[in-house]
């Protein structure tokens, strides 16, 4: 007989038949068989056929081996055994295969993390993080996730978000701000009591969207930061004056009481610019998750009328305006100024003078970007200003309960491939609307088969955001008790991508280039916000539908759907898929004309929602013109929107501008320029972009000059 065979992996090793014998004496115990006498004459049989077959120099193969076994089960009147030996062959099979694609992906993580996230960079702790997701992604998709649906996402149907954390924790959050600083809370080293200054709010502000980061994947937001800071304006003024006093007294001199108010005044405002320097300086620097990237933090300010609200949104500002140590910009908090009518839209407005002054600081920064609370969608919630966070999110409708913004947050998301329904459908209208529905069922099915391994997670899962009660209805809950009650108001969203593309494919112009195509295209957003209505009616649950921020997704589909197709002119024929509902970027279109198209798409997606409009440089010597842009998205009915040109800073100088070369125009650096662009909503540094979305990058038409 034989004495040797080959491995899978090559390998040439000693022969035993014994594990023939206790292969088939496994298969037969799984049907009720306990005979292993006639697992020993089997493999005998299987010796014998073999040997028929045997070759003088090479060995056999595993596989040659194991297709032996089952024809000699199958001939031999073994059916069930050879039935349960071949589906444990095969799940053996699937799980190499899972080992070996997570063994590829770990060592493409060590030579360099990905860039699947433009914040995270090739820290060890970075490449920690990402082996860690690589590994739970592979325990998802073979383990937990339904087979239609984890085969969908592999083959590029739909992709569910953040999947390493898929039955782990939930989105983001729109942070009480107010409830944690005036009860105090505490972080998991000791009670922190509600605080007595403005500089220590703002620091302790920094270190609950650190804290709450720790438990989430997703973004941190505060929803009113202009609002919640003013107690600590008002107590930082009281402590002013006292101190004041107290000074006068031991020097035995008085003042006038308006001197000594104006005076108490100017040392508050000093006081709080320096609080929210300290803020911008902290979320640019202070790690979490695992020490990969700063938190994904978000504030909204501009509509509190009150002195001390004033006062935090005007030092916010010129403390982000003037940036970090030697002027860079910073990339957080994403900055979000709230705009309305009756507080400051108009010139006669109190809070006119801060949209003065938000629309200086965008113009230098990129940021503050702009929601406007009058929007359609946005002003039938009276009881509570509308908020967003990070790039586009946004949460108000509750099926399960009050339409409030803070303590809710959205709980997972799934895209999907609308450029894919266009090319498989041939243009053919009837069957493009008979994939969208089925994919969108499969959509509503995978985030309701999330939602209920999320729902069954414990409070002590997530020690800071349920331990410190920040979700809405999680104050009753204990440290043992699911999630459930409280989760229950988070958001459930559809996502999709590149609505261009997909008008192509079904009719050869994109919504930029034909009103037919607009047309089509807002029907099919429409109708998949009514089928994200009718999941919310018939499930309890919120389901939404969301603008999907593609950084990562928008070049993994097109270059599966370029195996799939090859390069299809307008579709498939570049480096990636357009962002949601927007005009393609490399087409040529004017800023007033972008605003109309893209507009009537923002009241559909109320889940988030975002446009963009690109310039050529910094508007900053013509204030009228960019606010007449920013106007012209207000009235477009627009709920959130940003502007982008290049900023390009020298990391040596702190020079900002545009910089077309790699030399430094005013000290002369080399190597040392840092060009800050927008992707996805959240800025980043271009070097730390993917590929995909570089080549966007690089194709972006200018919609303005200045």
Known sequence: MFAQIKKRDDRVVSFDPGKITEAIFAAAKAVGGEDRQTAMELTIEVMNLLKQEERSSEAFSVEEVQDAVEKVLIETG??????????????????????????????????????DNANVGNSPSAKILQIAEAASKNYYLRRVIPEDEAKAHLEGDIYIHDLGWYGKTMTCLQIPLDKLLGEGFNNGHGYIRSPKGIKTAAALAAIILQSNQNDMHGGQSFAYFDRDMVPYVELEYQRQKKRLQEVMEQLGVSVEAEKLEKMTAQRTEEEVYQGMEGFVYNLNTMHSRAGSQVPFSSINLGTDISWAGRMVTKNFLLAFEKGLGKGEAPLFPNVIFKIKDGVNYEEDDPNYDLFKLSLRVACKRLQPNFSYLDASFNTSYREEEVAYMGCRTRVIANANGPAVTNGRGNLSFTTINLPRLGIESGGDLTLFWQK???????????????????????????????????????????????????????????????????????????????????????????????????????????????????????????????????????????????????????????????????????????????????????????????????????????????????????????????????????????????????????????????????????????????
């Open 78 to 115: 073994h059916a069930r055994t050879a039935k349960a030996y071949i589906l444990y062959r095969e799940k053996r099979s699937r799980l190499r295969e899972a080992r070996t694609e997570l063994m590829d992906a770990v060592a493409d993580i060590v030579r360099e993390t990905n860039r």
């Open 436 to 706: 969208l529905d089925q994919v969108l069922s499969l959509t509503i099915k995978q985030l309701l088969t999330r939602y209920n391994l999320q729902k069954k997670l414990k409070v002590k899962d997530f020690p800071f955001l349920m331990g410190q009660k920040l979700y809405l209805d999680s104050e009753g809950l204990k440290p043992n008790d699911p999630v459930e009650k409280a989760i229950c108001h988070g958001t459930l969203s559809t996502g999709f991508i590149g609505l261009a593309e997909c008008l192509v494919a079904l009719t050869g112009k994109h919504h930029g280039q034909s009103p037919e195509a607009q047309a089509l295209g807002l029907a099919i957003v429409s109708y998949m916000r009514r089928r994200c209505d009718d999941a919310t009616k018939k499930y309890g649950l919120n389901f939404t539908l969301l603008a999907t921020p593609a950084e990562q997704l928008s070049g993994k589909f097109t270059k599966i759907d370029q195996e799939r197709f090859g390069l299809l002119p307008g579709i498939t024929d570049r480096e990636w898929y357009t962002n949601s509902f927007h005009v393609p970027v490399e087409y040529e279109i004017t800023a007033l004309e972008k605003i109309a198209v893209e507009g009537p798409y923002h009241k559909y997606c109320n889940a988030g929602h975002i446009s963009y409009v690109e310039l050529s440089s910094a508007p900053h010597h013509n204030l009228e013109a960019f606010e007449a842009l920013i106007r012209a998205m207000c009235e477009a009915d627009m709920g959130y929107f940003a502007v982008n040109f290049p900023v390009d800073i020298c990391m040596k100088c702190g020079f900002n501008g545009v910089i077309d070369t790699e030399t430094c125009p005013k000290c002369h650096a080399e190597g040392q320029i840092s060009r800050i662009r927008r992707i996805t909503g959240y800025l980043s540094t271009l070097d730390l972009f993917n590929d995909s979305k570089r080549a966007e990058e690089k194709n972006r038409k200018v919609h303005m000059h200045f």
